[in-house]
């Protein structure tokens, strides 16, 4: 028989991973003892934070789970924030941990790494999974693949007690059979069919289903506003609105249309009401669809249809489209990017200058004021090759290991990472991962010499400005040390220069400073 280390590995071949990140310890050498041979390529971060934002940002590209393997204890508290970007985002994500022999557990005996009940930590984010017994492996596995494989994507935590890391198991791993079956289309599609003035909310659930959603928004003759994580979908369609649904020319296309039709969105605050004025349109007569029954349950709809977006919306499909959706979605767009707040309609020109310099370049963003100008408004020509970390959870520090998991989950993809100085400074490590797998990544730091955008929160409420300059390192020599290519440009040159070089680099593009903002 094969050990409990050995056939978790041959289960993650049998997912079809080929990337495994993490930084080995003393309580993971069995693990890393089967990954030995197995083919699966190691990639070693600097942080286990870094392991985590790697397995996401591979997951959102590569369109499979990422995977991170974490120590007992420190390990798994360090991937915590990562494991909760991934559940605000739908991201599937396995992270496999060690824990203390099964005799020690919970008796407080000052264990190496010992922490009173670590799934305690994780079981709020995600399903968290504890090895008992040997012989139950094979269920653990076939629970922990249905859990990446279906339904709205999150983080799973399996832990393995280090008396059973090298114990022998069953090799068996059922697999899941996914169900096929689709709801009740026929009250939607009624209403889809009368209506005159219908409008789709597109999530990051249609990610996977570009192709579907342009049909149905063709065959409607509906507009469709993608949120953050759908951009990309639908790229200069011109039914296509890239624009955030917290700008007022966004809600008054929903409060004008006759027919909303919701798709794989969780309607959530950072898309839907950034500004917390509670704006938003009441959306009780929509129709919603979405894999996640509890997530279906969270806002009220007229109607409500369970499973994969790709599945239904075929099914949605009309005979003949409404008119005028087309000069609907233009107005919106026109009126959309003229309501950007001031400042934002240059950050959204410079990154329409990075798409066309880069053509198919995957942007990734930490929570930098260019990402909140994205996601504000931007139209990425790639689908699912725009996404950051100023939505959902918000974590500072996800650009930098994101963007490495997206250059491997594609090799074929130039990446550009787009971070604040700040943001950066959060694990600037992973930029060193970068240099050790040769990875064509443009790092671009906004180097403002603090936290703008907080700052800039803090005079609009006419309070003094505290704890937002902290001293940026010197970018040329933090490149030097960490042998990227470096280069100091403004605006007007940046998108020359990320296009003239490949490999990882660190750009740096000088802004004004933090201290001498203004109130």
């Not at 590209?61 to 739908?90: C, E, H």
């Not at 005979?319 to 309501?339: D, N, Q, S, Y």
């Not at 934002?344 to 329409?352: I, P, Q, S, T």
Request: charged residues 20%.
């Amino acid at each position: 028989m094969k050990t409990v280390s050995q056939v978790l590995v041959d289960w993650l071949k049998s997912m079809n991973v080929e990337v495994v990140f993490g930084i080995p310890g003393v309580h993971t050498i069995e693990l890393y003892r089967a990954l030995s041979g197995s083919g699966i390529r190691h990639v070693t971060p600097r942080h286990e934070a870094g392991a985590g934002f790697m397995a996401d940002g591979y997951a959102r590209v590569s369109g499979r789970f990422g995977v991170a393997f974490v120590i007992t204890g420190p390990g798994v508290t360090n991937i915590l924030t990562p494991m909760a970007q991934a559940r605000a985002d739908s991201v599937p994500m396995l992270v496999v941990s060690g824990v203390n022999r099964r005799d020690t557990l919970g008796r407080g005996l000052g264990e190496l790494h010992e922490l009173p009940d670590q799934r305690a930590l994780t079981r709020t984010l995600g399903p968290a999974l504890h090895l008992e017994d040997p012989k139950a492996l094979p269920g653990l596995l076939a629970h922990a693949g249905r859990a990446l494989t279906s339904g709205r994507g999150a983080p799973v935590h399996v832990e393995i007690p280090l008396d059973l890391m090298a114990a022998e198991a069953p090799a068996h791993v059922p697999l899941a059979v996914p169900s096929g079956a689709l709801p009740d289309l026929g009250k939607a599609k009624a209403r889809i069919r009368m209506a005159k003035t219908p409008l789709i909310l597109a999530g990051g659930g249609c990610r996977k289903a570009g192709d579907a959603l342009r049909d149905l928004a063709e065959a409607m003759g509906a507009p469709v506003v993608l949120t953050a994580n759908a951009r990309g979908l639908m790229h200069g369609h011109p039914l296509a609105i890239p624009a955030s649904p917290s700008l007022e020319p966004i809600r008054a296309l929903v409060r004008e249309s006759d027919v909303v039709l919701a798709l794989g969105t969780e309607l959530g605050a950072t898309d839907y009401d950034v500004y917390k004025d509670g704006g938003f349109p009441d959306l009780h007569g929509m129709i919603r669809v979405d894999i996640d029954g509890a997530q279906l349950s969270r806002h009220h709809a007229a109607i409500t249809l369970q499973g994969d977006v790709a599945a239904i919306m075929p099914g949605l499909a009309p005979l003949h489209p409404a008119e005028g959706g087309v000069p609907r979605a233009a107005a919106a767009r026109r009126a959309a990017r003229a309501a950007l707040p001031a400042g934002y309609d240059a950050e959204v020109r410079l990154l329409e200058s990075l798409r066309d310099a880069m053509p198919g370049a995957v942007m990734v963003g930490d929570s930098t004021q260019i990402a909140y100008a994205g996601n504000l408004y931007f139209d990425p020509d790639r689908a699912g090759g725009w996404f950051n970390a100023a939505t959902g959870f918000g974590a500072l520090g996800f650009g930098a290991g994101a963007a490495v998991g997206a250059a491997l989950a594609d090799p074929s993809a130039r990446v550009i990472c787009l971070l604040g100085d700040g943001g950066l400074m959060f694990h600037p490590g992973e930029m060193q991962t970068a240099v050790d797998e040769d990875l064509d990544i443009a790092f671009v730091v906004f180097n403002n010499h603090g936290y703008g955008e907080i700052a800039r929160a803090m005079l609009d409420a006419g309070t003094e400005v505290i704890g937002c300059t902290p001293t940026p390192p010197d970018f040329k020599c933090l490149a030097q040390a960490f042998g990227l290519a470096f280069q100091r440009c403004d605006d007007a040159r940046l998108p020359g220069i990320i296009a003239s070089r490949r490999g990882p680099r660190l750009i740096e593009v000088e802004r004004e400073f933090v201290r001498n903002y203004k109130g």
